[in-house]
């Protein structure tokens, strides 16, 4: 059977995903003999830097891109598609489509709400407006952050998930009942956030290395399309040793790099007309790889004051190994907002002066991070008390057992 989406550069169809909101050049098709480029994107200005110049309101051109990402996160086209018709009106993709929105449904009316209202009467009053988050080991869990922060105008996430390919339009090779793999794998790597809340990385391993869902820009793509976004342009780039954004020629290109900074630039659009960037970056963020990546530090002391937003994360930050990254939050931080699986207790009140703002309840971490429980915090939770949180959050899912926090540094 074959493929409708590869993963190849090769193809006599291609739908091309660069959208230059300086060009605003339309998405082009090659279809001739010579379209055999290895390319995804066109080049572009490579003395780029990270700093989000605007949010004035940029109008999408690229049909192309609001096509897959409706594709990919189940989402019915109202009006004519110009380039994947014959998917949208497949048995299989309406099957999907149907499950996913049902379940989909289930989980805006539930859990996102709940998540929107805390944001509103918590987020709001303890945080404020949040310019730029920063969310280092986040897998592709933008659903979250965009969630909690959408008025931030730039999005930095990390996590040793790959980047993954674009799917590619093969034209002379329609065969649309073929999708029902791809279908079946988005489902599958859902799991755990539309259950838990978070990514199991040991999951997302298998889940994102497979020709079909091959990293995590197909789910970067649903969940911003399902929270009421636009994609304008997703360009692959990678972090030079000055600390600036390099745009590759396309994306099988930078799966070929060494493994530092891989990463993808999306520019989308709100629902309220505003223009902002998300950037993921595939690396290993333990102090071994940082001190061999002097680049990505230059890139992080370049982000400036940034707010963190940190869930699920393994509690990698509680081991001496994870020293500058830990470091990096905590000096460029205004405000940390975490589950206890971040940043340990102890180093806030060892770097300066915060304030807490807890709620939920602080319990025994779950058996397989047993190690990690935090006296300190427990008997802190105690003193101060906490306010009721509302829905269940990190490893200790449940709304009775989950814990969170805002820490505000104090001048």
Same mark, same amino acid.
């Given at each position: 059977?074959?493929?409708?989406?590869?993963? $190849?550069?090769?193809?006599?169809?291609?739908?091309? %995903?660069?959208?230059?909101?300086?060009?605003?050049?339309?998405?082009?098709? /090659?279809?001739?003999?010579?379209?055999?480029?290895?390319?995804?994107?066109?080049?572009?200005?490579?003395?780029?830097?990270?700093?989000?110049?605007?949010?004035?309101?940029?109008?999408?051109?690229?049909?192309? $891109?609001?096509?897959?990402?409706?594709?990919?996160?189940?989402?019915?086209?109202?009006?004519?598609?110009?380039?994947?018709?014959?998917?949208?009106?497949?048995?299989?993709?309406?099957?999907?489509?149907?499950?996913?929105?049902?379940?989909?449904?289930?989980? /805006?009316?539930?859990?996102?709400?709940?998540?929107?209202?805390?944001?509103?009467?918590?987020?709001?009053?303890?945080?404020?407006?949040?310019?730029?988050?920063?969310?280092?080991?986040?897998?592709?869990?933008?659903?979250?952050?965009?969630?909690?922060?959408?008025?931030?105008?730039?999005?930095?996430?990390?996590?040793?998930?790959? %980047?993954?390919?674009?799917?590619?339009?093969?034209?002379?090779?329609?065969?649309?009942?073929?999708?029902?793999?791809?279908?079946?794998? %988005?489902?599958?790597?859902?799991?755990?956030?539309?259950?838990?809340?978070?990514?199991?990385?040991?999951?997302?391993?298998?889940?994102?290395?497979?020709?079909?869902?091959?990293?995590?820009?197909?789910?970067?793509?649903?969940?911003?399309?399902?929270?009421?976004?636009?994609?304008?342009?997703?360009?692959?780039?990678?972090?030079?040793?000055?600390?600036?954004?390099?745009?590759?020629?396309?994306?099988?290109?930078?799966?070929?790099?060494?493994?530092?900074?891989?990463?993808?630039?999306?520019?989308?659009?709100?629902?309220?007309?505003?223009?902002?960037?998300?950037?993921?970056?595939?690396?290993?963020?333990?102090?071994?790889?940082?001190?061999?990546?002097?680049?990505?530090?230059?890139?992080?002391?370049?982000?400036?004051?940034?707010?963190?937003?940190?869930?699920?994360?393994?509690?990698?930050?509680?081991?001496?190994?994870?020293?500058?990254?830990?470091?990096?939050?905590?000096?460029?931080?205004?405000?940390?907002?975490?589950? /206890?699986?971040?940043?340990?207790?102890?180093?806030?009140?060892?770097?300066?002066?915060?304030?807490?703002?807890?709620?939920?309840?602080?319990?025994?971490?779950?058996?397989?991070?047993?190690?990690?429980?935090?006296?300190?915090?427990?008997?802190?939770?105690?003193?101060?008390?906490?306010?009721?949180?509302?829905?269940?959050?990190?490893?200790?899912?449940?709304?009775?057992?989950?814990?969170?926090? %805002?820490?505000?540094?104090?001048?």
């Amino acid at each position: 059977m074959n493929k409708v989406f590869k993963f $190849l550069p090769f193809l006599s169809l291609i739908i091309l %995903i660069e959208c230059s909101n300086n060009s605003g050049k339309e998405i082009r098709e /090659d279809k001739g003999a010579n379209a055999k480029k290895d390319s995804s994107v066109t080049a572009v200005d490579t003395t780029s830097k990270t700093e989000v110049e605007s949010n004035v309101f940029i109008p999408c051109v690229s049909d192309s $891109l609001k096509e897959l990402a409706m594709l990919i996160s189940g989402k019915k086209p109202v009006g004519e598609t110009k380039y994947l018709g014959k998917y949208f009106t497949s048995k299989q993709y309406k099957n999907f489509a149907d499950n996913f929105e049902k379940k989909w449904h289930s989980y /805006d009316t539930s859990r996102i709400k709940q998540l929107i209202e805390f944001r509103k009467t918590e987020l709001t009053t303890n945080v404020g407006l949040t310019k730029k988050l920063f969310y280092p080991f986040s897998g592709p869990d933008i659903l979250y952050g965009y969630t909690f922060f959408p008025d931030a105008d730039e999005y930095i996430m990390m996590g040793l998930e790959p %980047i993954g390919t674009m799917p590619i339009y093969d034209n002379k090779n329609q065969t649309p009942d073929s999708m029902d793999v791809y279908y079946k794998k %988005i489902n599958t790597s859902l799991h755990a956030i539309l259950k838990y809340s978070f990514f199991r990385t040991a999951a997302m391993k298998t889940d994102l290395k497979n020709q079909e869902l091959d990293g995590t820009l197909h789910l970067l793509f649903l969940f911003l399309t399902r929270t009421g976004n636009t994609i304008c342009s997703a360009k692959p780039i990678t972090i030079d040793s000055t600390g600036t954004i390099k745009y590759m020629d396309s994306f099988p290109k930078l799966a070929k790099r060494s493994p530092l900074n891989k990463g993808i630039e999306i520019v989308f659009n709100t629902s309220d007309n505003k223009t902002k960037k998300l950037y993921y970056y595939s690396l290993n963020l333990a102090d071994g790889g940082l001190k061999a990546n002097k680049g990505m530090m230059k890139y992080l002391g370049n982000m400036g004051e940034v707010n963190t937003y940190l869930k699920g994360a393994s509690y990698l930050m509680h081991e001496t190994y994870f020293s500058m990254i830990r470091n990096v939050i905590l000096n460029q931080s205004k405000h940390v907002i975490q589950d /206890d699986s971040g940043i340990a207790f102890k180093y806030f009140t060892q770097n300066g002066k915060w304030k807490y703002t807890f709620y939920g309840t602080y319990v025994k971490p779950i058996s397989l991070f047993s190690y990690a429980y935090q006296k300190d915090l427990d008997s802190t939770y105690k003193l101060q008390g906490s306010k009721p949180l509302g829905f269940g959050i990190g490893y200790n899912f449940k709304d009775k057992n989950s814990n969170f926090m %805002i820490a505000t540094k104090q001048n």
